[in-house]
């Protein structure tokens, strides 16, 4: 798991509800990443942070934000939660630094009913 | 036009066979290129990375890429009922300003190894 840990690994909430999604590195790697995962379209970036407190969208970005208080932890927020945000969420770094491969958590399943 | 392309299989081969999984892709910009594997309710695991064309071997993995074609392959020699799960393909996204978080992955394809 490239010490990374995510939590919680499952979650069901309510359309509507605020959910927050965390991610924990024990290496303090500079960049970490926010992707989902749905069948049918792959891997897409959500958000990425290249330090603490600098981040910038990718490509599915609307309707989640993100927050980088310390080099070890991301967050992920999904202000108010849509069936559409149901997905698998996957944490990643990258431990060689910038152009470098990524290194992935083991994910969290969000269900929005 | 999709960036990375991949068939999705899924692929179902015996024990022992040489399997040979591939994508394209469009932006002849793209200069890096990955095999992720990941196996069910598990994230992708890092299983080969190239830079620009030709032919890179880790054991039983070959990863091969040709830039003239924009073609990624993988091939698995010798495949085992363990590397039955789902390949992805992946490659940066050069205008992100070269960060390689930047992937853009294809959708997968899904192989079983049957004993």
């Known amino acids: 798991d490239a010490g990374i840990t995510q939590s919680p690994r499952h979650k069901v909430t309510e359309t509507g509800t605020p959910v927050t999604l965390r991610c924990h590195q024990t290496e303090n790697h500079r960049y970490m990443y926010w992707y989902r995962q749905d069948p049918g379209h792959g891997l897409r970036l959500i958000h990425y942070s290249y330090g603490v407190k600098d981040t910038d969208k990718g490509e599915v970005s609307d309707g989640y934000s993100v927050s980088r208080s310390k080099t070890e932890d991301f967050l992920l927020t999904l202000e108010s939660a849509t069936s559409s945000q149901t997905s698998v969420y996957f944490c990643?770094?990258?431990?060689?630094?910038?152009?470098?491969?990524?290194?992935f958590g083991n994910g969290t399943r969000l269900t929005v009913t | 036009q999709k960036e990375v392309e991949q068939d999705p299989g899924p692929l179902s081969v015996p024990e022992g066979a040489i399997v040979s999984l591939n994508c394209t892709y469009s932006n002849s910009a793209f200069q890096y290129f990955m095999w992720y594997r990941q196996y069910s309710r598990k994230g992708p695991e890092l299983l080969m990375y190239?830079?620009?064309?030709g032919n890179k071997e880790d054991g039983r993995f070959t990863a091969q890429v040709d830039k003239s074609s924009k073609y990624i392959s993988l091939f698995i020699r010798d495949s085992q009922p363990s590397d039955s799960a789902t390949y992805l393909c992946a490659t940066s996204r050069m205008n992100y300003g070269g960060s390689q978080g930047n992937l853009i992955f294809g959708k997968g394809t899904k192989l079983s190894v049957k004993p």
């Open positions: 190239t830079y620009s064309s």
């Open positions: 990643a770094i990258s431990p060689g630094g910038d152009n470098s491969p990524l290194h």
